[in-house]
Nanobody
Framework: QLQLVESGGGLVQPGGSLRLSCAAS????????MGWYRQAPGKQRELVAM???????NYADFVKGRFTISGDNAKSALYLQMNTLKPEDTAAYYC?????????????WGQGTQVTVSS
């Protein structure tokens, strides 16, 4: 069973930085897509950034230029570098990974890590 474990969340002041990590129990190149969603209280979960096994990345408009997604297959890890954080970035951040199956994509989720941006 695939496991994804996030870490790196915490409390940071506006303008600060954090790096989230997602440790996978298998090679990240075995996944068709990996990425990050976030969910703030009272709001729907929204896509933050994602990348394909080939390294193509995609970002939500509200994080472009501030967040960077990357992967390290040797460590079976996915990262989200978050710079110039804003209070509206406060949310629980969830890592996901999609594997191709005959019937479509099979998605796994991590348990989430809380990011709080506040002075």
């Amino acid at each position: 069973q695939l496991q994804l474990v996030e870490s790196g969340g915490g409390l940071v002041q506006p303008g600060g930085s954090l790096r989230l990590s997602c440790a996978a129990s298998g090679s990240i190149f075995s996944f068709a897509f990996m990425g990050w969603y976030r969910q703030a209280p009272g709001k729907q979960r929204e896509l933050v950034a994602m990348m394909t096994s080939g390294g193509t990345t995609n970002y939500a408009d509200f994080v472009k230029g501030r967040f960077t997604i990357s992967g390290d297959n040797a460590k079976s890890a996915l990262y989200l570098q978050m710079n110039t954080l804003k209070p509206e970035d406060t949310a629980a951040y969830y890592c996901f990974a999609d594997r191709m199956r005959p019937g479509g994509l099979d998605r796994s989720w991590g348990q989430g890590t809380q990011v709080t941006v506040s002075s």
